[in-house]
C-alpha cells in the first residue's frame, strides 16, 4: 500500500510552478506562492498542490499521514548543482595560512593547495573517503538540499579520479540524491609541459572507462588559468558529447568569455564561476540554454569578495542558478541558506530570485527540472518545512538553519528535534 502524506497549512507555499523553460528576468521573482497551501504525497511523488481546504478534501487525502505546516513556509528541496563531495578533511592548513596572507604558491610550498589535496585522495583508504562524503551529504541535506551535484577533478590520476567517482556511486546506492560529474579540472603533476598529451589520454582512455562503467551523467572541464585552453577544452568537451555525455564548464573567473563561448557553443547545461563577463558575454548566454552557476560561497570563504553583479546579469535575461561550490579548499559549507544571504547581500539578488535559483534554475542546470526544481503534481516529493513565516526571512536570518523538516522523494529525512529546557 503506497504511503500517502497531506503536508497542510502552509502559510506559504512556494510552489515554483512557471514556464517549463529556466526562470529569466521577472519570471525568477515568481514563485507561485499558495496562502494556506498543501501538497498531497503518495507513492514518493506530488499528486495535488493546492489550498488546504481543497486538498484536504480529496479523496486520497482521508487517509494520510497529516503534517500539520501552521505558519511556515513549505518550499521545494534546494538543488545544489556544484558541490566536491568526496574530497576529503579540512584543509586546516590552508586555510591558516590564507588569514595570516599567505599567497596560493606559498602556500603550495608549504605543501597545502590542490597537488596536496589530490595526495590527500589518493592516501585515503576508499571506506575514509566515502565517511567524508557522506558526511558531508547529511550535513547538507540536514540544511535542506534534496539533490547534489558532485563532481571529481582533484584526484589528478587515475586511481584517484577513480576512487572520487567509485565514492560518488556508492552515496547513490545509499540513497544519497547525486548526480555525478566527472571533471578535467588541471594537469596532473609531471604533465605541466605536456598537457595535450594528458588531454589526450582523458579523451581516449579516462572518459571511455568512466562511461562505461556508468559513474558519471556529466563531463565538465576547468577553463582558463591552471585549467585548459578554449581549444583544449573544445575538445574534450567533443569528445564526451559523442560519448553521450552532459556537458558542463567551469570557468576560471578571469577567463569567463572564454568558457561563456564554449558553452555556449556546445550547448552545454551550465557555466559555473563566471563572475565579470562584458555585456557581449551577457547577451550570448541570455540568447542560449545555457545556466550560469554563481557560486558566492568561494568569494565570502577565499575573502575576495568579488561577487558577481547578479543584478545586472538577471536585468539582461540570463539564467542564473545558486550553488554552495562546496570544496575543502575554497567553500567548506553545505549551507543553500547561508548562499541564499550571500546572493542579496553580495550580489543584489532578491530572496525571490535566490529561491529560484536555488530550486528550478538548478534543477535545469543539471537537466532534471522535469522531475525536481518545483511542487508540482508528478514531481518527486522532495520539499522543506522551513521555521519561518515568509519567504524572506531565510537569507535575512543569515547563518540559522530554518529546516524543520526535509522530505526526499516522499520519505522524510530530517525533522528537528524539540529543545528541552533544563527544570528549575
Excluded at 504525497?41 to 486538498?55: D, K, T, W, Y
Excluded at 551529504?137 to 584526484?155: K, Q
Excluded at 552515496?171 to 555525478?180: A, F, T, W
Aim: net charge neutral; glycine share 8%; with cysteine.
Amino acid at each position: 500500500m503506497q504511503n500517502v502524506i497531506l503536508v497542510r497549512g502552509a502559510r506559504q507555499l512556494l510552489t515554483l510552478r512557471g514556464p517549463s523553460g529556466p526562470r529569466r528576468g521577472a519570471d525568477l521573482r515568481n514563485l507561485g506562492i499558495i496562502q494556506d497551501g498543501a501538497v498531497l504525497v503518495a507513492g514518493g511523488e506530488i499528486r495535488e498542490v493546492g489550498p488546504s481546504r481543497r486538498i484536504e478534501n480529496l479523496a486520497l487525502a482521508r487517509d494520510a499521514e497529516e503534517i500539520d505546516a501552521s505558519g511556515c513556509v513549505v518550499m521545494p528541496g534546494f538543488v545544489d548543482c556544484h558541490t566536491y563531495l568526496a574530497a576529503g578533511p579540512a584543509r586546516l592548513m590552508d586555510y591558516e595560512m590564507r588569514l595570516a596572507g599567505a599567497s596560493c604558491s606559498e602556500i603550495q610550498q608549504a605543501g597545502g593547495g590542490p597537488v596536496a589535496l589530490a595526495r590527500s585522495i589518493q592516501e585515503l583508504s576508499f571506506r575514509a573517503l566515502e565517511a567524508f562524503a557522506l558526511r558531508a551529504a547529511e550535513d547538507a541535506v540536514r540544511h535542506g538540499s534534496t539533490s547534489l551535484e558532485v563532481r571529481s577533478g582533484f584526484g589528478l590520476s587515475e586511481a584517484g579520479e577513480m576512487k572520487t567517482l567509485r565514492v560518488q556511486a556508492a552515496l547513490q546506492k545509499r540513497g544519497v540524491p547525486v548526480i555525478s560529474t566527472f571533471l578535467c579540472a588541471r594537469a596532473a603533476p609531471g604533465f605541466e609541459d605536456r598537457v595535450d598529451e594528458y588531454l589526450d589520454w582523458i579523451r581516449l582512455h579516462l572518459l571511455p572507462l568512466v562511461k562505461r562503467r556508468k559513474l558519471a551523467a556529466f563531463a565538465a572541464i576547468r577553463c582558463g588559468g591552471d585549467g585548459f585552453s578554449a581549444e583544449q577544452a573544445q575538445g574534450y568537451l567533443s569528445a564526451a558529447r559523442q560519448m553521450g555525455f552532459g556537458l558542463r564548464v567551469e570557468a576560471n573567473p578571469a577567463f569567463g568569455s572564454a568558457a561563456i563561448n564554449l558553452a555556449a557553443e556546445l550547448n552545454a547545461s551550465s557555466v559555473d564561476n563566471v563572475t565579470d563577463p562584458s555585456e557581449q558575454d551577457l547577451a550570448r548566454l541570455a540568447q542560449s540554454s545555457v545556466i550560469a552557476t554563481l557560486l558566492p560561497g568561494a568569494e565570502f570563504h577565499l575573502g575576495t569578495r568579488r561577487y558577481a553583479p547578479a543584478r545586472r546579469w538577471i536585468d539582461q535575461g540570463v539564467a542564473v542558478a545558486l550553488a554552495s561550490g562546496y570544496h575543502p579548499l575554497t567553500c567548506p559549507s553545505l549551507n543553500m541558506q547561508m548562499i541564499m544571504a550571500l546572493a542579496c547581500a553580495g550580489m543584489n539578488m532578491t530572496p525571490a530570485e535566490a529561491i529560484s535559483a536555488s530550486t528550478i534554475n538548478a534543477a535545469h542546470a543539471l537537466r532534471l527540472a522535469s522531475r525536481i526544481g518545483s511542487l508540482e503534481s508528478g514531481k518527486s516529493a522532495d520539499l522543506l518545512i522551513l521555521s519561518v513565516s515568509d519567504y524572506r526571512e531565510i537569507p535575512y536570518r543569515f547563518g540559522v538553519n530554518l529546516v524543520d523538516l526535509a522530505m526526499i522523494k516522499g520519505e522524510i529525512v530530517v525533522r528537528r528535534s524539540e529543545v528541552r529546557w533544563p527544570a528549575n
